[in-house]
């Protein structure tokens, strides 16, 4: 079997996801950046990796972030989601998103791309 090869992948999901890489590029206290193509769940797409900038304690997330298809928008602008872990202390008001809050609204604004985080 080939790798899956970002010809596989749509053009409006290939450009969604290279606007994605340089928005990431251009936040401060990132870095790591990378995009490659996963062939998992039976079909070729996008991700993009990147390491966080760092949390107050200085603890620093690697997230990923990969196209889906599970969910589907009237406007036909490709999805992304990341999965970050749902755990928080007693004293926290929730968990860290390890400011994939602001990453998305940046890149729903810049890239026509729609961005889910789902805490598990």
């Known amino acids: 079997m ?17 606007c994605m890489l340089r928005v990431l590029k251009s936040v401060h206290g990132i870095d790591s950046v990378a995009m490659g193509m996963s062939d998992a769940a039976g079909w070729s797409h996008p991700f993009l990796q990147y390491r966080a900038a760092p949390e107050p304690d ?13 969910f589907h928008s009237t406007d036909s602008q490709p999805f992304f989601i990341a999965d970050l ?13 390890y400011g994939t ?17 789902l805490f598990i």
């Not at 755990?87 to 008001?93: D, N």
């Open 2 to 18: 080939r790798a899956p090869s970002m010809d596989d992948a749509s053009p409006q999901m290939m450009s969604g996801a290279e």
């Open 58 to 70: 200085g603890y620093r997330a690697t997230l990923v972030f990969s196209a889906t298809r599970d």
């Open 101 to 117: 809050g602001k990453l998305a609204k940046l890149w729903e604004k810049n890239c026509r791309v729609h961005v889910m985080v």
């Open 85 to 97: 872990p749902g755990v928080y202390g007693l004293h926290e008001s929730g968990p860290p998103d």
